[in-house]
């Protein structure tokens, strides 16, 4: 499933900071195989080369817990 600019998504990363949180896709990149990655904003900062395996989208539960 390819994600584009604003769609909002999970993190499933354990070597990241921002591991289980939900952000919102700032950008997307291609790299010069033909993969997407992607730079993710969380509300406490963002990370950047995100591989499209990491990533979920979020679900409307993951969005209300944010705003709580």
């Known amino acids: 499933m390819a994600f584009e600019k ?10 990241s900071e921002y591991d289980g949180e ?3 896709i700032s950008q997307v990149s291609e790299t ?3 993969d997407a990655t992607y730079i993710v904003q969380f509300e406490e900062g963002q990370e ?12 409307e ?3 209300d817990e944010d705003e709580e």
């Open 6 to 15: 604003g769609d909002r998504v999970v993190l499933h990363d354990e070597h």
């Open 48 to 59: 950047a080369g995100i591989a499209e395996d990491a990533l979920e989208p979020a679900s």
């Open 61 to 63: 539960d993951d969005e």
């Open 22 to 24: 939900t952000g919102e």
């Open 32 to 34: 010069m195989f033909g």
